[in-house]
C-alpha cells in the first residue's frame, strides 16, 4: 500500500480536485483505493455524496476505530473515509495524544489498511501544523499544487521547511502546475522559471470550466463517459505521479 497526501499549506489551489480525479482515475485500472478526506470542509467526500455517519468523529479515528465508516462510492474498487466537522481539531487532538512520538500517529493509524488497498489517497486541509507533519512522514509521496504566482510558489518553500524540520527526503515532494491560464503572461513566466527544478512534473493541470463546475455535477470529471479534457490532463498527472514514485 502506498500512500498518496494531496497537500500545500495554502488555500483553494485545487487539492481537492486532484485528489477526488487522482483517485477516480486510479481505480479505474483496478487498483483498490481508499480516498481518506481528512479536511474538515468535507469537499472531497460531497463530491462523491457521501456523508459522514453521526457516530463517525475525530476521537474515534484516533482511537484507530473507522474501518467501520468506510463508505463505497458509486464506483467499483474505490471508497472514502469521510471527513467530520470535528477533524477541524484534529490538531489539537493530536498534541494531547503523545507528545512523545505525536508525528508519527498517522502512521500508525493507516497501518492496518495495508491489505485492503493498493493506494490511500489522502485530501489534506491547508496547515502548516502538526497534522501536516504527521501527513508528511505518513506519505510515500507528497502532490502538491502550485498556481503559476509568487505566492503559490511560497507556499511550496514553506513546505521545503517543514520537511527539513521533520528531517524528511525532498524526493517526497511531487509539484505540479494548477489551474493554470496559458493566456496569463504571469502564468507563463512562473512556469518557466521553476519547470527547470526536478521538484516540478512535467505534466499540469490547466484552468478548467469542467474542473470548476465538479460541484453542481457532484463527481469527477469524465467519469459520466464523456471526452473529458479534464480527465486526460488528471490521467497523464496519474502517470507521471507513478512512474516518478510509486514503481
Ligand atoms: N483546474 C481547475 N480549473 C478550474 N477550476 C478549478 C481547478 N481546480 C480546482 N478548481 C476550482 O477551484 C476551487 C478550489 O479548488 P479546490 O477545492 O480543489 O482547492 P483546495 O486546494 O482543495 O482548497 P482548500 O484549501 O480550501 O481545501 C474549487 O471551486 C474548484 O472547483
Ligand atoms: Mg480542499
Known amino acids: 500500500m502506498k500512500i498518496i497526501a494531496v497537500y500545500s499549506s495554502k ?10 480525479n487522482l483517485a477516480y482515475i486510479a481505480s479505474q485500472s483496478e487498483h483498490r483505493i481508499l480516498l ?15 456523508k459522514a455517519k453521526k457516530k463517525f468523529n ?14 463505497g462510492t458509486d464506483f467499483p474498487n474505490l471508497d472514502l473515509l469521510p471527513a467530520h ?11 494531547g495524544k503523545n507528545n512523545q512520538g505525536s508525528r508519527r500517529i498517522l502512521v500508525d493509524l493507516l497501518t492496518p489498511l495495508k491489505d485492503d488497498y493498493d493506494f490511500l489517497i489522502l485530501d489534506c486541509p491547508p496547515n502548516l501544523t502538526l497534522l501536516s507533519e504527521n501527513i508528511v ?6 502532490v502538491t499544487p502550485v498556481i503559476p504566482t509568487t505566492l503559490s510558489v511560497l507556499a511550496l518553500n514553506q513546505l521545503l ?13 511531487l509539484a505540479f502546475f494548477s ?37 453542481m455535477y457532484r463527481r469527477p470529471v469524465g467519469s459520466a463517459g464523456r471526452k473529458s479534457h479534464g480527465q486526460l490532463a ?13 514503481n
Request: net charge positive; aromatic share 12%; charged share 35%.
Open 58 to 71: 475525530r476521537s474515534r479515528l484516533l482511537q484507530g476505530d473507522y474501518d467501520r465508516y468506510i463508505r
Open 137 to 142: 512522514i505518513a506519505a510515500d509521496c507528497l
Open 179 to 215: 489551474m493554470v491560464e496559458r493566456r496569463k503572461k504571469m502564468h507563463l513566466g512562473v512556469m518557466k522559471k521553476y519547470k527547470k527544478y526536478p521538484i516540478f512534473m512535467k505534466s499540469y493541470v490547466p484552468f478548467m470550466a469542467e474542473i470548476e463546475k465538479m460541484g
Open 161 to 173: 521547511k517543514l520537511f527539513k524540520k521533520v528531517d524528511c527526503e525532498k524526493r517526497k515532494i
Open 234 to 246: 488528471y490521467k497523464l498527472l496519474w502517470e507521471e505521479i507513478q512512474s516518478r514514485r510509486l
Open 85 to 95: 466537522f470535528s477533524f477541524r481539531n484534529l490538531d489539537l487532538a493530536l498534541h
Open 11 to 20: 488555500g483553494g489551489v485545487g487539492k481537492t480536485a486532484t485528489a477526488v
Open 36 to 50: 481518506c478526506d481528512m479536511d474538515s470542509q468535507g469537499a472531497a467526500s460531497y463530491y462523491y455524496r457521501i
